[in-house]
């Protein structure tokens, strides 16, 4: 397999190309990556974070309300949670596109459940995503659920963490008019 050295804000990421004979479609495999962000308080219990590197705009975050944070933020609690379900949902993406399988549409409502411990620090024990996809052909229900499975199986942030995963699929058929 050739390699191929991609340099990003001096950063150096290794990937590695190969062709698979079957689609003729190229696959890029990432041997390594960083994702470099900055954070920057702007009061007792909120920040900016940004990734200047990666042009990414500002996003305000917060402690929660629970933890006396201001309403109408985003909390690390919200984005570790969004963190899983938008990995799960571009993984899926992935997925499904290597695999041929065309959807319609896909949403997710995830929730993650805070809870305090024994030792009494508090944690992420769990995070239940609810993806629902939506397909043309009926033919595909069985097909999709395994590719979210397999999605949810593989995605890089889920297997990093030490967090319980559920996984609460649902795949709905739109048939399309005058069919």
């Known amino acids: ?42 009061g007792p219990k909120t920040g900016k974070l940004a990734s200047s590197s990666d042009s990414l705009p500002e996003v305000e975050v917060a402690s929660p309300p629970e933890f006396g944070g201001p309403e109408a933020v985003w909390s690390p ?24 399988l065309t959807f319609l549409d896909y949403s997710d409502r995830a929730t993650g459940y805070l809870k305090r411990g024994d030792d009494r620090l508090y944690r992420i024990e769990s995070i239940t995503l609810r993806p629902s996809v939506v397909i043309e052909d009926e033919s595909k229900v069985d097909r ?18 030490d967090t319980t995963i559920e996984l609460e699929p649902e795949v709905s058929v739109r048939h399309q008019v005058g069919t």
């Open 144 to 161: 999709t659920l395994r590719l979210l499975t397999k999605a949810e199986a593989v995605c890089l942030i889920s297997r990093s963490i």
């Open 77 to 100: 609690e919200h984005l570790f949670v969004a963190s899983v379900s938008s990995c799960l949902m571009t993984t899926f993406q992935a997925i499904a596109a290597n695999s041929g």
């Open 1 to 42: 397999m050739p390699l191929t050295t991609w340099r990003r804000a001096g950063d150096e990421i290794r990937i590695m190309r190969y062709s698979d004979q079957l689609t003729s479609q190229e696959v890029v495999l990432i041997e390594s990556a960083e994702y470099p962000i900055e954070i920057q308080a702007t």
